[in-house]
């Protein structure tokens, strides 16, 4: 028996869930059809002519339209003659970065052939000084034993040293 007890009572609960279940279903779509209802009864116009609008209600509102539109037009105008002076600017700059480029070139050119011959000839001089004449006093010449002729700095030669046996 206690089989037919339990089975008894999950017949009862299945059938009171399923009863419930039924009236909430019922119950919600009456209140959505009321809801629909109400909102198509208040979205339709009334028969008066108070809510239709006028003839100087659609001009005015064309109006503004028309208003907004010119201003929309406006704004077009400009946005499209700032990007024409931009277009040209890009220009110029495209023009100028070329010439700049092309003298970078010619640099770069002139410096490779500069180091070129600085690599060709590595014991000549960097730079070239014309030769000025000494007017500086001749350095005394410096006493030496064997009797050689010293030369200076310069590149003059002292004269022939004398022994000195003092």
């Given at each position: 028996?206690?089989q037919?007890?339990?089975?008894l009572?999950?017949?009862?609960?299945?059938?009171?869930?399923?009863?419930?279940?039924?009236?909430l279903?019922?119950n919600?779509?009456?209140s959505?059809r009321?809801?629909?209802?109400?909102a198509t009864?208040?979205?339709?116009?009334?028969?008066?002519?108070?809510?239709?609008?006028?003839?100087?209600?659609?001009?005015?509102?064309?109006?503004?339209?028309q208003?907004?539109?010119?201003?929309?037009?406006r704004?077009?105008?400009?946005?499209?003659?700032?990007?024409?002076?931009?277009?040209?600017?890009?220009?110029q700059l495209?023009?100028?970065?070329q010439?700049?480029?092309?003298?970078?070139a010619?640099?770069?050119q002139?410096?490779?052939?500069?180091?070129?011959?600085?690599?060709?000839?590595p014991s000549?001089?960097?730079?070239?000084v014309?030769?000025q004449?000494?007017?500086?006093?001749?350095?005394?010449?410096?006493?030496?034993?064997?009797?050689?002729?010293?030369?200076?700095?310069?590149?003059?030669?002292?004269?022939?040293v004398?022994?000195n046996d003092?």
């Amino acid at each position: 028996m206690g089989q037919k007890l339990a089975l008894l009572v999950t017949a009862g609960l299945t059938v009171f869930v399923l009863g419930v279940g039924g009236v909430l279903a019922v119950n919600l779509s009456r209140s959505q059809r009321a809801e629909s209802a109400t909102a198509t009864a208040t979205t339709i116009a009334p028969v008066s002519g108070t809510a239709d609008p006028t003839v100087d209600d659609l001009l005015a509102r064309e109006r503004l339209y028309q208003e907004r539109l010119e201003q929309a037009n406006r704004t077009i105008e400009q946005a499209n003659a700032q990007i024409a002076g931009l277009q040209a600017g890009q220009g110029q700059l495209q023009s100028q970065n070329q010439t700049l480029l092309q003298r970078e070139a010619a640099y770069r050119q002139q410096l490779a052939i500069a180091n070129s011959l600085l690599q060709q000839q590595p014991s000549a001089p960097a730079t070239t000084v014309p030769a000025q004449p000494n007017t500086a006093p001749a350095p005394a010449p410096s006493h030496r034993d064997d009797g050689e002729r010293e030369t200076t700095p310069q590149g003059d030669e002292a004269h022939e040293v004398e022994e000195n046996d003092d």
